[in-house]
């Protein structure tokens, strides 16, 4: 993998860079359990990247159910509150992230995850010193797959969106790399999978 023509590198958090996947499942399977409501883990993973209140909008339209979304996305925050040890550090990604450092790159995380919620993540698993910049779902308006997030990220940066590339594990979050005109390197379960260029 030769990053070499990128001054800034991009990390989505949840299922790229932390293993916090199960832990956000776990307390959306609660969230269901506790509405009554079908829970489909696949789906669940498929909107990995999409903030708890997109999430929780998506899942009421999915079973046609007009009730406000916020009394999910309380229950949901609630239970992943109570996980007290949300995840562990995934080896490749990280490897990459400290490679970049040592090479004065700039490093930011992008992620969906609420911004709370996120530097607990980073602080206690050690990676928010290694960081220059962390843009989360509170920071921006506009969510993946639009780009946003990663642009947000790249002006934080102080690097034009095309000299950064993004580390992925969802679709969303490629479509939204894309979206922010950056390429993407996709992550799945734990593995730097496929490099996904963005069509100049």
């Not at 790229?16 to 359990?33: E, F, G, Y």
């Not at 949901?76 to 490897?95: M, N, S």
């Not at 779902?137 to 990220?153: G, M, R, S, Y």
């Not at 679709?171 to 390197?185: I, N, P, R, T």
Request: hydrophobic share 40%; glycine share 6%.
């Amino acid at each position: 993998m030769d990053l070499s023509s990128y001054q800034g590198i991009i990390f989505d958090m949840d299922g790229t860079l932390v293993d916090s996947m199960p832990a956000h499942i776990k307390a959306w399977q609660q969230t269901c359990h506790d509405f009554g409501l079908v829970f489909d883990r696949d789906w669940f993973y498929s909107m990995g990247g999409s903030p708890t209140i997109n999430t929780a909008i998506a899942l009421l339209n999915r079973h046609g159910i007009d009730a406000d979304p916020q009394l999910l996305v309380v229950s949901k925050l609630r239970h992943f509150d109570e996980i007290k040890y949300k995840g562990d550090i995934i080896p490749a990604t990280f490897a990459v992230l400290k490679q970049q450092k040592t090479m004065n790159k700039r490093i930011a995380i992008g992620t969906g995850c609420y911004r709370h919620h996120a530097l607990e993540i980073l602080t206690t698993l050690e990676i928010l010193p290694l960081l220059d910049a962390v843009v989360t779902a509170n920071d921006v308006q506009h969510h993946k797959p639009l780009p946003d997030t990663f642009l947000e990220a790249a002006r934080l940066l102080g690097i034009p969106p095309a000299q950064c590339v993004v580390f992925e594990d969802t679709e969303l979050g490629c479509q939204a790399a894309h979206a922010a005109s950056m390429d993407c390197y996709r992550v799945c379960n734990g593995v730097i999978s496929e490099f996904r260029a963005f069509q100049r």
